[in-house]
């Protein structure tokens, strides 16, 4: 079956970006971008890249000097007749996190999603604040976000979940599904459209490559979860973009330990748009809603009208994303005063203690 680029997902927003008279492909053309094929990015290895045009799929070759890594499945590139990517366009929505450990590296997770599939199941792998901090990723991104909750098939009272997901969702939709079902998989598939692109997100054991095969047609490797704690044992290794039945397009990814949000301050404060909103109401801009007089939060806690637990959560959200988003010089420079002021404790100790 012939795809035409509309079907990969190109619209107006990558067309405004050519150089050309008409866009790509479409004949002799005089523009410095004319000769050049639009790729939608398919696969992202160490090593190589895979596009997607409407001629079929290529391995693509990088620019001296570029890793795989500056690229995110679901990309649109410029390549030359021989695969060489001439350039990346600019992205409509970017997914990324911050890499575990202490560089300051941002992994790309995925580009140009318009829905995000946040993913979590009816068991312990439930977690509001961990669904929060996918929210929070979503409406930073620009994604329109969707919860799916998996494996209801298995829970005594999925209700339960569902309703639990939906305090914290506003007006996300929440779906608690069993990834085995036809009907289900239907209701998933509804969030995201022909030429759209949706990417499934959540811990390892929730149900993401299940999903995915339901609404592929294909077959990703699967894996059961621990009994007791419904761990998974982060069976898929790396992302693809793969058409669904429906004509629309899915990412898998790779089971997440942690997502550290970085760079995420209005995601996360339009995510909590409630708490904000009495925020803006206090006496104090700088009012830290914990005992300040004229403070409309803890009115609104008084009045049981906010949950204390949100607030908190809304506070630690921000406190991490805030270090999470220093650059690698702020945080040297953090851990440089922590230091300093370490020793000149410990001076001062010693200096008491007459040594
Ligand atoms: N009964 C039931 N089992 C499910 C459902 N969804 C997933 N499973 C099972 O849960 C286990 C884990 O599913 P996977 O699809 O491998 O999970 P994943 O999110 O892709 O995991 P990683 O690739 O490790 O990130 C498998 O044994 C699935 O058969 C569901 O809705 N109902
Ligand atoms: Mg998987």
Request: overall charge neutral; some cysteine.
């Amino acid at each position: 079956m012939t795809l035409s680029l509309k079907d990969l997902g190109w619209s107006s927003f990558f067309d405004r970006q050519l150089d050309t008279d008409s866009g790509p492909d479409s004949g002799p053309d005089s523009g410095p971008d004319s000769g050049l094929t639009g790729f939608r990015i398919a696969e992202v290895h160490r090593d190589r890249l895979t596009g997607l045009s409407p001629d079929g799929s290529r391995d693509l070759i990088l620019h001296g000097g570029q890793s795989t890594g500056d690229y995110a499945v679901g990309d649109w590139v410029l390549a030359e007749p021989a695969g060489r990517i001439a350039r990346l366009l600019d992205r409509q929505t970017l997914l990324s996190r911050r890499a575990a450990g202490t560089d300051a590296r941002v992994q790309l997770i995925a580009a140009n999603v318009d829905t995000l599939y946040v993913v979590s199941s009816c068991n312990a792998d439930f977690n509001q604040a961990r669904l929060e901090r996918y929210l929070a990723l979503a409406h930073e991104a620009g994604s329109f976000a969707v919860i799916v909750l998996t494996k209801a098939d298995l829970a005594a009272e999925p209700g339960d979940y569902e309703r639990k997901a939906r305090k914290i969702a506003g007006h996300t939709p929440v779906l608690a599904v069993d990834a085995f079902d036809p009907a289900h998989l239907a209701r998933v598939a509804e969030w995201c459209g022909p030429g759209q692109t949706a990417a499934l997100l959540g811990s390892s054991g929730v149900g993401k490559s299940t999903l995915r095969n339901g609404l592929v047609g294909d077959h990703a490797e699967t894996k059961a979860i621990r009994e007791d704690d419904a761990r998974g044992r982060h069976t898929t290794t790396s992302r693809a973009l793969r058409r669904m039945g429906n004509g629309g397009w899915l990412i898998d990814t790779p089971g997440m330990r942690a997502l550290r949000l970085h760079g995420a301050e209005s995601g996360i404060d339009g995510l909590f748009d409630d708490v904000t909103a009495l925020a803006a109401e206090c006496r104090f801009a700088d009012c830290s809603h914990q005992a300040e007089p004229g403070c409309a939060v803890q009115v609104a806690i008084t009045a049981e009208t906010l949950d204390p637990d949100r607030l908190r959560r809304w506070q630690k959200l921000r406190r991490e994303n805030a270090r999470n988003s220093e650059t690698l010089a702020e945080a040297r420079a953090r851990d440089k005063d922590f230091g300093r002021m370490i020793r000149t404790v410990m001076r001062d100790k010693k200096g008491q203690k007459g040594f």
